[in-house]
């Protein structure tokens, strides 16, 4: 189960998730498509919107939602997947302003990730992104239900609360090796996106030190639009990187062997899965600067040959710190968010392993860090209004 769990949840991406799951929506209308496009009237949902209105688009560095279904529409593959901009170029770019007066983009008050596209031709196509990025729900085609594949978020929820933490710490011991080398893929994606955004001087890493100053500059050069591949854990590149790069290099920093490495940062990005589950995938509350960096606290505290109540109270650390810290939308500044969390973890793990815990009581920190967790899942249910008030804000200096 936790194998499957991990698959679900680990994918490879071009850019940020929320503008590249519309953008496959549009490559996939695209094959249903007749004639030339006359218009594309996307709707999703205020999360989805929210992360998408300032972001770098893939190969671009410009942002805006109708850009990006414009591209997407160009050169965009369904067959990619997540992947959908890989082939972004200057020409693309050219083609796409051309085509952006045809395009309307609105969102809904929808809470949970819903994209629903329509492409007008000859024909009429509809295609439904739910639950998940790259999740194809339905497809309609001139008013005739093709294709229906509705899954339920909370099945897949379920399963994922279904195990706990003592599941997730015996599955680390004894991994598949399929998972392994897509662990080991993670690392090398998410970690060559950070060291080349040091060489940038855009970044906010440059002058930040230590290990949160290459989590920050891999974050921002996503965030900035930079055409390179991410391995994105629980929907996100920024916690793919925040759960990834802090234990890799925190372990090579340790002179730890390649297998306890591995098992370390899967540790991190499962752990991270867990709490996301609870969370949902898209929130109020910053999943690279409160979530992965949970998952980046129990990888360290791992690394070190800390206990399993060690790594729970790393975990717990973590949490009990960071959870208010919110999500006003993906943009550059998220690297701070991030580096704000990896430094965090570092200083979990640390406290973790002198037995310092945060106090039951202390908040909303409970006894048991399953608990913890559980009560995340009810105040982040109570912060929904938080993504509807500051749309308004965004992008208006």
Same mark, same amino acid.
Request: net charge negative; charged share 20%.
């Given at each position: 189960?936790?194998?499957?769990? @991990? @698959?679900?949840?680990?994918? $490879? ?22 004639? =030339?496009?006359?218009?594309?009237? #996307? ?11 300032? #972001? ?25 997947? $997540? ?12 083609? *796409? ?20 596209? /329509? ?11 739910? =639950? ?5 729900? /339905? ?80 974050? =921002? ?22 759960? +990834? #790069? ?36 898209? +929130? ?33 650390? #973590?949490?009990? +710190?960071? @959870? ?5 939308? *993906? ?13 965090? *973890?570092?200083?979990? *793990? ?36 938080? =993504? ?10």
């Amino acid at each position: 189960m936790v194998r499957t769990i @991990f @698959f679900d949840n680990v994918k $490879l991406s071009y850019g940020c998730t929320e503008p590249v799951a519309v953008g496959l929506s549009v490559a996939v209308g695209k094959k249903y498509l007749k004639g =030339d496009v006359q218009k594309i009237e #996307v709707s999703m949902d205020r999360n989805t919107y929210k992360n998408g209105l300032e #972001v770098g688009i893939p190969g671009t560095h410009l942002h805006g939602f109708e850009l990006a279904v414009a591209l997407a529409y160009i050169v965009g593959k369904s067959e990619l997947g $997540l992947e959908v901009f890989k082939y972004v170029d200057s020409d693309a770019v050219k083609k *796409a302003y051309e085509l952006k007066d045809k395009i309307e983009v609105k969102y809904t008050s929808d809470m949970y990730l819903h994209i629903r596209t /329509r492409l007008l031709g000859e024909n009429d196509v509809l295609v439904e992104i739910t =639950d998940s990025h790259d999740n194809i729900s /339905r497809i309609v085609v001139d008013g005739e239900e093709i294709f229906n594949n509705q899954s339920s978020a909370n099945f897949k929820k379920d399963i994922i609360k279904s195990i706990n933490l003592s599941d997730i710490f015996e599955y680390v011991e004894a991994p598949d090796n399929d998972v392994i080398k897509m662990v080991s893929d993670a690392i090398q994606y998410n970690q060559n996106i950070s060291k080349i955004g040091l060489e940038k001087e855009i970044t906010f890493g440059k002058v930040l030190e230590g290990i949160p100053r290459y989590v920050a500059s891999g974050v =921002d050069m996503r965030m900035n639009g930079a055409l390179l591949p991410v391995m994105t854990v629980a929907g996100s590149g920024n916690q793919g990187i925040s759960c +990834t #790069v802090p234990v890799a290099l925190y372990a090579d920093e340790l002179g730890a062997s390649n297998d306890i490495k591995l098992r370390a940062v899967l540790l991190s990005i499962l752990v991270t899965i867990y709490i996301k589950a609870y969370t949902g995938a898209l +929130t109020p509350i910053c999943g690279a600067g409160s979530i992965a960096s949970a998952g980046a606290a129990a990888g360290i505290t791992y690394l070190q040959n800390g206990s399993h109540e060690q790594i729970k109270n790393a975990i717990n650390n #973590v949490l009990a +710190t960071l @959870f208010g810290m919110t999500c006003d939308g *993906a943009k550059r500044s998220c690297a701070l968010k991030a580096s704000i969390g990896t430094q965090m *973890a570092l200083n979990a *793990a640390k406290l973790s392993l002198n037995d310092i815990n945060v106090p039951c009581g202390n908040g909303f920190a409970a006894k048991d860090v399953e608990e913890t967790i559980r009560r995340i899942e009810i105040l982040t249910n109570s912060l929904r209004n938080f =993504d509807e008030n500051v749309i308004d804000f965004i992008g208006h200096c």
